[in-house]
């Protein structure tokens, strides 16, 4: 099997524990099972069997991912190993060899390269960067054909940080109704919104309406690999029935803590905590753009990503290598989530972390002569 190299995560993971500094990550900087468990569930955790439990999750588990959504009941959750096998299981679930779906950029671009890999054709359409970054419904219902099945995009945005409206949301949910095709949301970002304590979700909005989730990001628990998807029972059970091929399910010590960190109050507690650090970490890059030019963004709603934009006539993949290499900073290329001219500095980090990587871009760009 034939399949492209996924340039972000391979990047990562070839530079991301080497690096002075690694701003590469999107999320919240991690938190700690002392931040989750009380002493009594950790003594619990000491004596629970390590069996394979439930391989769609436990009922509890799943009722706690229910819960935070709206409308749903634990028969529409599957637990999942990440969000990213969510998003392949959903996908190998809905299209097939031959298909067509709908790739929303800048994006992950997880399923973009699943889709060339099984075959799936895929059509890139762009968000519009001087409309916040909000979808072209137009443009999307153009790109819609006979063999299409599905519409992807991710909601908040990686890389831009930026969210849907309400209603760019509902025409997304109203476009997927009226032509039969399935809107997947990848939200593994909501509850990363800096501003708000409301996390939206665009489930429930639609008959064809799929999310997928997780703690990697807004929760600070990327090392739990635990993510959902989210959608009607049918899809869910075929979904189910997929991962017995892929991972049979998650592990049972994950599912344990996972549950916790869902339930109130450990989910709120969770939640304000990465608030802060990305409020703290945003207001750091504010202040580092700040009068300077050839340099801007969108400011990011959610998530620990500044999708900064430049004016120098530099690919942006060498524009980072440079960086990594001259100054030990690593930051992410716009090419690596479909368009160029950007850069994408993670701030969810360590304040001290933030400040030394910043000051390490704006060494390179005082020294690398090309620049200037
Ligand atoms: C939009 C998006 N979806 C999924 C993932 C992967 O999530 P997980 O670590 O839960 O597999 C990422 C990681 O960066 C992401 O940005």
Redesign the pocket.
């Known amino acids: 099997m034939r399949i492209p190299t996924f340039i972000l995560e391979r990047s990562q993971t070839l530079y991301e524990n080497d690096v002075a500094i690694n701003l590469t990550e ?1 999320g919240v900087h991690p938190a700690a099972i002392s931040d989750i468990l009380s002493e009594a569930e950790l003594a619990e955790l000491a004596a629970l069997p390590l069996g394979y439990g439930y391989t769609d999750g436990t009922p509890s588990l799943r009722d706690a991912v229910a819960a935070w959504y709206p409308g749903a009941g634990s028969e529409n959750v599957l637990i999942a190993h ?4 969510a ?1 392949l299981l959903t996908l190998m679930a809905l299209a097939e060899r031959g298909d067509h779906i709908i790739v929303v950029v800048p994006n ?1 671009m ?1 399923i973009d390269g699943l889709a060339h890999s099984l075959g799936i054709d895929v059509t890139q359409v762009a968000l519009r960067p001087g409309d916040d970054w909000q979808p072209d419904i137009a443009a999307l219902e153009a790109a819609i054909g006979p063999r299409t099945k599905l519409i992807t995009l ?1 909601d908040p945005n ?1 890389p831009t940080g930026t969210t849907l409206t309400q209603s760019s949301r509902r025409a997304l949910a109203e476009l997927s109704d009226r032509t039969g095709v399935w809107l997947h949301v ?1 939200e ?2 909501r509850g990363s919104e800096i501003d708000a304590v409301d996390a939206p979700t665009i489930y429930g909005m639609g008959k064809r309406v799929i999310v997928t989730g ?4 807004s929760f600070g628990c ?1 090392g739990l ?3 959902w998807m989210i959608g009607p029972q049918a899809l869910v059970a075929e979904c189910h029935r997929f991962q017995d091929y892929t991972s049979i399910g998650t592990g049972v010590v994950s599912q344990f803590i996972a549950e916790r960190a869902l339930r109130e109050p450990v989910r709120g507690k969770l939640l304000s905590r990465g608030r802060h650090i990305l409020a703290a970490g945003r207001q750091r890059v504010a202040k580092w753009l700040d009068g300077r030019d050839g340099w801007s963004w969108v400011v990011p709603q959610a998530s620990g990503m500044a999708f900064l934009r430049y004016d120098m006539d530099v690919p942006s993949e060498a524009f980072v290598d440079g960086l990594r290499r001259a100054k030990g900073v690593f930051v992410c290329a716009g090419s690596w989530f479909g368009i160029e001219g950007h850069i994408r500095v993670g701030f969810g980090v360590d304040p001290h972390h933030l400040e030394s990587g910043l000051a390490g871009i704006d060494d390179y760009l005082r020294e690398e002569r090309s620049f200037n």
């Open positions: 999107s990440g969000s990213s096998e998003n992950f997880q991710c990686n990848d593994i970002y997780g703690l990697a990001k990327p690999r635990m993510g």
